[in-house]
């Protein structure tokens, strides 16, 4: 069981899993070989090396993986770095020739021959594979780890195993045959489910706390969003289109309740765009469950917040919650990781999880949430990760706002019926990991395919 904090974590873009988890495997390497040299003291450090595969080494520069693997050895962490400075900060280490270590000290460091991308080798466990050295000042291995980052800003490390000693929290679910037969067992609704196992983690101050500034993150960055121009990073001159969407706008926004369907379509789509072209940016988002689909889950809960009149932060709270229950049994049963599945785990598993969390705050049964998140999942079935150059810009900007309408049309499907479907949640999840399975890898996050050599230049 993972928690609310787990699947909406503060970051920064372009990438979960190939910005914010190399950034956090870095670091976590740093500190692994900081305790090696505690337990051996007459060992010294000479040199670190960094070895990026598969996905990770095939769009690491577009995703910005080489600047997060270098943060990342310095001790910057995705939720408290600032991402204005961090260009600088790369920059230096480049013109150096030399990284100051956290916890440890200043070492050379040449980025031509001690960060390396091997994009044909592809790691039997996970496409997303890093694997990181320290040397001592002879020259022998000191010690050496392979870390995986599978989707989400979640790492895991090479034979690591799962702690079973960890006590479990009251409700424990893993499908969502189970979570619907817990809800009707103690006559609860999904988010009370969740919410006990936050509380037994979390206490109540600390949780609604942490929700708030989740949320806040969110707005804060659609706002950013909105407010901004200019021309994206990244070499395809691609145009933010966020302000120019919200400046053709004339519906007025700041009325609930006010809004026509197409009023409602734009707005939604400006939020979209707004958050990730922040994240195309480098900026400051939340996971959502990924940063490649970090805008649905906000443009959705803002809409909820536009139409509701009676708003107000149990929404967020059961909205968020809700989200986190879907958002979990997707990434355990199938995978959140465009570079696994393809771009049907991380759009699929956020559209899922937006039209859940809205179908909750509708006033939802627990059949007629998990048809939702049904709903909204088989709809993006197949769908496949192929960034053009490498960045998250195409398709991918686009791909949110055209899924947070998604998401709520799948809301609005299963509130208007009785919460029976044919297909069930964990079929259509199982049914991810099988297409992400059969899918070439050409397809799955490394630009070696599909709209990523379509593309041609003017």
Partial sequence: MISVF???????????????????????????????????????????????????????????????????????????????????????????????????????????????????TFD???????????????????????????????????????????????????????LLALCEAENKAIHELVLANELFWHDEPKLMAEIHFIWDTMKNCVEKGLQTTGILPGGLNLARRANMVKARLKHDIEAPGNLDFFATLDWVNAWALAVNEENAAGGRVVTAPTNGAAGIVPAVLKFAERTLTDFNE?????FLLTATAFGYLFKRNASISGAEVGCQGEVGSACAMAASGLAAVLGGTPRQIENAAEIATEHNLGLTCDPVDGLVQVPCIERNAIAAVKAINAARMALLGDGEHFVSFDKVVRTVRETGADMQSKYKETSQGGLAVNYTEC
């Fill in 124 to 178: 039997p466990v996970h496409p997303n594979a890093m694997h990181t050295i320290a040397y001592d000042l002879d020259g022998m291995v000191l010690y050496s780890q392979t870390y995986y980052s599978i989707g989400g800003g979640f790492i895991q490390e090479k034979g690591e195993e799962v702690d079973l000693s960890r006590e479990l929290p009251p409700f424990v679910f893993n499908s969502g045959k189970e």
């Fill in 314 to 318: 149990c929404h967020i709270r059961d």
């Fill in 6 to 120: 787990d699947v909406f974590k503060v970051g920064i873009g372009p990438s979960s899993s190939h910005t914010v988890g190399p950034m956090v495997a870095a670091f976590s390497f740093v500190k692994q070989v900081s305790a090696v040299l505690d337990k051996a003291p007459k060992r010294q450090l000479g040199r670190v090396q960094v070895t990026l595969f598969g996905s990770l080494a095939a769009t690491g520069i577009g995703h910005g993986t080489d600047k997060a693997v270098l943060l990342g050895l310095m001790g910057y962490e995705p939720r408290t770095c600032q991402p204005d400075e961090l260009d600088d900060v790369c920059a230096q280490i480049k013109q150096d020739n030399q990284i100051s270590l956290a916890i440890i000290g200043t070492l050379p460091f040449n980025i031509e021959t001690d960060l390396l991308f091997d994009a044909a």
